[in-house]
């Protein structure tokens, strides 16, 4: 297995095990929440976000657990907004990581309020002293999550992509909705282990940049594989974009433009890392994967 590959199962698995402990399901009315949220949230995904923070943790010394617990809000969050996403008034999805999406599974009320508390257990994960003992640290790991999630990040997007459906997009405007819709939690990602590592913010440029290129490439990557992939292994609908009219980047580049770009940008975020050795062996390999991946 590559490096990726084996450190990403070792990630997922403990994804896995903190979310079995946090959303033990109660016996009282509450349990079909929970059971939605254990749905939504457990066996399945690439858990790339945990494994960012994993791996820039490692830049700074950072334990584990404290990079895991920081992982799983991320995660939280990440998969609140495709429990949300995959709804009638939203994408109106059947299939999310290989399985019936919370609605299907559940039903619409159910699929919202599990999503709802999906996004409050990353606040509530991130301001517990189990995650980190400063509180400083804790305050301004909740400020950066909260703007990377809200208006001025993912929403953002997300709003930008419906709208996206209503009208034609060039590439700036393209680019600026997937910075904001997938980028913002991918940036979070990569400055949570600095945030906890108290580097400050003007010292952050490279990984910023880092974070700034491999989030792009991700999405011009998703958007190859939304025309060439295999439903089957990615695990969820296929070619949604074309047909609801959406401008992506494929469709503005062309196939082999795009595809050119994103390794472009897959070597520039590598280049960001030059001053570190190899404790950045595992974020540099991750940059490769976003553009080598097949869902």
């Known amino acids: 297995m590559s490096l990726v590959a084996t450190r ?48 820039a943790s490692e830049l700074f010394n950072i334990s584990q657990e404290s990079a895991l617990r920081v992982g799983v809000a991320v ?7 495709l429990v949300h996403d995959d709804l009638p008034a939203m994408d109106d999805d059947d ?17 919202i309020l599990a999503g709802d508390a999906l996004h409050d257990l990353a606040f509530e994960m991130l301001s517990d002293e189990e995650t980190h003992p400063d509180p400083f640290v804790r305050v301004d790991l909740v400020k950066a999550l909260a703007v990377a999630t809200g208006a001025g990040g993912m929403t953002g997007g997300q709003m930008m992509d419906l709208e996206a459906e209503k009208a034609s997009f060039d590439l700036s405007t393209v680019t600026r909705l ?19 590592a108290r580097i400050p913010p003007e ?14 490439a991700f999405q011009i990557a998703d958007d190859l594989l939304d025309v060439e992939g295999d439903a089957d292994l990615a695990g969820k609908a296929l070619h949604k974009d074309a047909a609801a009219g959406k ?3 494929v469709s503005l580049l062309g196939v082999e433009r795009a595809r050119e770009q994103a390794r472009l940008l897959v070597e520039q975020a590598k280049a960001h890392l030059h001053g570190h050795g190899a404790e950045a062996d595992l974020l540099r390999a991750i940059a490769d994967y976003i553009v080598e991946r097949d869902r």
């Open 8 to 55: 990403a199962a070792a990630v997922a698995a403990e994804v896995d095990r903190l979310f079995d402990a946090l959303l033990a399901v109660p016996d009282d009315p509450r349990a079909r929440v929970y059971e939605a949220m254990r749905h939504a949230a457990m066996g399945g995904g690439k858990r790339l976000r945990p494994l960012l923070v994993q791996a």
């Open 75 to 81: 995660e939280c969050i990440h998969v609140y907004s």
């Open 95 to 111: 299939l999310r990581r290989g399985k019936p999406t919370v609605h299907k599974a559940f039903d619409e009320a159910t699929a």
């Open 178 to 196: 997937q910075q904001l819709k997938t980028g913002a939690l991918i940036g979070f990602s990569v400055d949570a282990a600095a945030i906890m």
């Open 203 to 216: 010292a952050r440029t490279r990984l910023h940049g880092y974070a700034r290129d491999i989030g792009l």
């Open 247 to 249: 401008e992506t980047f």
